[in-house]
């Protein structure tokens, strides 16, 4: 498949930000958005390549231009502490935890399985100690590592807006990230 690239840079481009702001836009959304030019973790791209299946028409181009030179990068951010996290968590309704618990643990596998961030060794073994084995026997040893789930779960990277308004428990905010100082 032939892609077209609209090329921009030199200047300060977050790529994921940016694909919703062109979608945002109203035009279609991109196959892509390349970013390069990083000087280290969390900073923002120097270039970036909008990458389409087909040639946008004039105004669109007109649209993605105005759309990427208007773009301004949200500041680095980084993750929570976990101990935040867990008294975030904590502070929620039993209800609110067994909603979150129940989502992460739906499908095959489960949705805590299908974290790929540094993280998700730590959820492993959690998850052992928090329903497979007897090491740890109490109903509330066992609800803290439920809780301690949760928060790791939350801090890995790809998952920082899990607990932002989620569909299953709409008044629970707890991001998992915080901008760098």
């Not at 040893?141 to 299953?168: G, Q, S």
Request: proline share 11%.
């Amino acid at each position: 498949m032939a892609e077209t690239i609209y090329p921009f840079g030199p200047g300060s481009y977050a790529p994921s930000q940016l694909a919703g702001e062109i979608t945002a836009a109203g035009l279609p959304a991109p196959l892509d958005v390349r970013g390069s030019g990083y000087t280290g973790p969390g900073t923002p791209a120097t270039d970036i390549e909008v990458v389409y299946a087909a040639p946008l028409g004039p105004g669109q181009v007109n649209t993605l231009n105005a759309t990427v030179a208007a773009h301004v990068p949200a500041s680095p951010k980084r993750s929570r502490l976990i101990f935040d996290v867990v008294a975030d968590v904590d502070a929620l309704t039993v209800a609110q935890k067994s909603a979150i618990f129940s989502d992460l643990n739906a499908g095959t596998p489960p949705k805590w399985a299908t974290d790929r961030g540094l993280s998700a060794p730590d959820l492993h073994i959690v998850w052992m100690l928090a329903q497979k084995l007897g090491c740890v026997q109490t109903q509330a040893d066992k609800n803290f590592c439920r809780t301690m789930l949760i928060a790791i779960y939350v801090t890995d990277e790809p998952n920082w807006n899990y607990l932002v308004h989620p569909a299953f428990a709409p008044e629970v905010n707890i991001p998992g990230s915080e901008p760098v100082p």
